[in-house]
Protein backbone atom coordinates (compact mmCIF):
# COMPACT_ATOMS: atom_id res chain seq x y z
CA UNK A 1 0.00 0.00 0.00
CA UNK A 2 2.94 2.27 0.72
CA UNK A 3 4.06 2.07 -2.52
CA UNK A 4 1.30 2.49 -3.98
CA UNK A 5 0.46 5.47 -2.04
CA UNK A 6 4.01 6.91 -3.04
CA UNK A 7 3.11 6.40 -6.98
CA UNK A 8 -0.57 8.36 -6.89
CA UNK A 9 1.45 11.11 -4.66
CA UNK A 10 4.03 11.62 -7.03
CA UNK A 11 1.35 12.04 -9.82
CA UNK A 12 -0.21 14.38 -7.30
CA UNK A 13 -3.20 12.42 -7.20
CA UNK A 14 -3.00 12.21 -3.33
CA UNK A 15 -1.62 14.10 -0.85
CA UNK A 16 0.50 11.15 1.25
CA UNK A 17 1.36 11.51 5.15
CA UNK A 18 4.21 8.88 5.47
CA UNK A 19 4.51 9.37 9.15
CA UNK A 20 0.58 8.70 9.45
CA UNK A 21 0.37 6.71 6.51
CA UNK A 22 -3.36 8.88 5.29
CA UNK A 23 -3.99 10.48 2.17
CA UNK A 24 -6.22 12.41 1.20
CA UNK A 25 -7.25 12.61 -2.93
CA UNK A 26 -6.19 16.02 -4.55
CA UNK A 27 -9.00 17.51 -7.54
CA UNK A 28 -6.74 15.89 -10.13
CA UNK A 29 -6.77 12.38 -8.27
CA UNK A 30 -10.77 12.64 -8.31
CA UNK A 31 -10.86 13.66 -12.11
CA UNK A 32 -8.48 10.80 -12.49
CA UNK A 33 -9.99 7.88 -10.72
CA UNK A 34 -13.22 8.87 -12.30
CA UNK A 35 -12.25 8.56 -15.60
CA UNK A 36 -10.09 5.46 -15.18
CA UNK A 37 -6.93 7.52 -16.14
CA UNK A 38 -3.80 5.43 -15.02
CA UNK A 39 -1.17 7.23 -12.54
CA UNK A 40 1.64 6.88 -15.26
CA UNK A 41 -0.46 8.99 -17.82
CA UNK A 42 -1.54 12.02 -14.83
CA UNK A 43 2.35 12.11 -14.21
CA UNK A 44 3.41 12.33 -17.91
CA UNK A 45 0.52 14.89 -17.92
CA UNK A 46 1.88 16.79 -14.81
CA UNK A 47 5.43 17.05 -16.40
CA UNK A 48 4.35 17.30 -19.60
CA UNK A 49 1.03 20.06 -20.27
CA UNK A 50 2.03 23.43 -20.44
CA UNK A 51 -0.34 26.57 -19.90
CA UNK A 52 0.14 27.96 -23.52
CA UNK A 53 0.50 24.65 -25.61
CA UNK A 54 -1.17 24.18 -28.58
CA UNK A 55 -4.43 21.44 -30.34
CA UNK A 56 -1.50 19.91 -32.05
CA UNK A 57 1.13 19.30 -29.01
CA UNK A 58 -1.74 18.53 -26.63
CA UNK A 59 -3.26 15.73 -28.92
CA UNK A 60 0.42 14.42 -29.17
CA UNK A 61 0.49 14.44 -25.39
CA UNK A 62 -2.80 12.79 -25.16
CA UNK A 63 -1.41 10.18 -27.50
CA UNK A 64 1.12 9.37 -25.11
CA UNK A 65 -1.22 8.27 -22.16
CA UNK A 66 -0.10 4.52 -21.16
CA UNK A 67 -3.91 3.77 -21.76
CA UNK A 68 -2.92 3.83 -25.34
CA UNK A 69 0.26 1.25 -24.62
CA UNK A 70 -0.97 -1.77 -25.99
CA UNK A 71 -2.52 -0.36 -29.43
CA UNK A 72 0.14 -1.18 -32.03
CA UNK A 73 0.52 -0.12 -35.64
CA UNK A 74 -0.08 -3.53 -37.62
CA UNK A 75 2.14 -3.35 -41.07
CA UNK A 76 -1.43 -3.56 -43.26
CA UNK A 77 -2.18 -0.44 -41.51
CA UNK A 78 0.59 1.83 -42.30
CA UNK A 79 -0.76 2.51 -45.90
CA UNK A 80 -3.82 3.91 -44.60
CA UNK A 81 -2.27 5.61 -41.15
CA UNK A 82 0.09 7.59 -44.07
CA UNK A 83 -2.82 8.16 -46.05
CA UNK A 84 -5.01 9.60 -42.96
CA UNK A 85 -1.92 11.84 -41.28
CA UNK A 86 -2.50 14.39 -44.11
CA UNK A 87 -6.04 14.21 -43.71
CA UNK A 88 -7.17 15.17 -39.91
CA UNK A 89 -8.13 18.20 -38.79
CA UNK A 90 -5.49 18.44 -36.54
CA UNK A 91 -1.93 18.37 -38.32
CA UNK A 92 -0.07 15.42 -35.93
CA UNK A 93 3.19 15.60 -35.03
CA UNK A 94 5.26 12.36 -35.34
CA UNK A 95 6.20 9.61 -37.90
CA UNK A 96 3.56 6.62 -39.29
CA UNK A 97 5.71 4.44 -37.69
CA UNK A 98 4.64 6.32 -34.26
CA UNK A 99 1.94 4.15 -32.62
CA UNK A 100 0.83 8.17 -31.08
CA UNK A 101 0.56 9.23 -34.74
CA UNK A 102 -2.53 5.86 -35.07
CA UNK A 103 -4.28 7.09 -31.90
CA UNK A 104 -3.69 11.04 -32.71
CA UNK A 105 -5.93 10.19 -35.91
CA UNK A 106 -8.16 8.22 -34.06
CA UNK A 107 -9.12 10.90 -31.45
Do not use: C, W
Amino acid sequence: AHSAALKLHRSNMIVYDRKLGSFVPTSLGKVGSHYYIKYDSMLTYNRELKPHMGQIDIFRLFSLSKEFENIPIRENEKVEVAKFIDMVPVPIKGDVEETSSKINILL
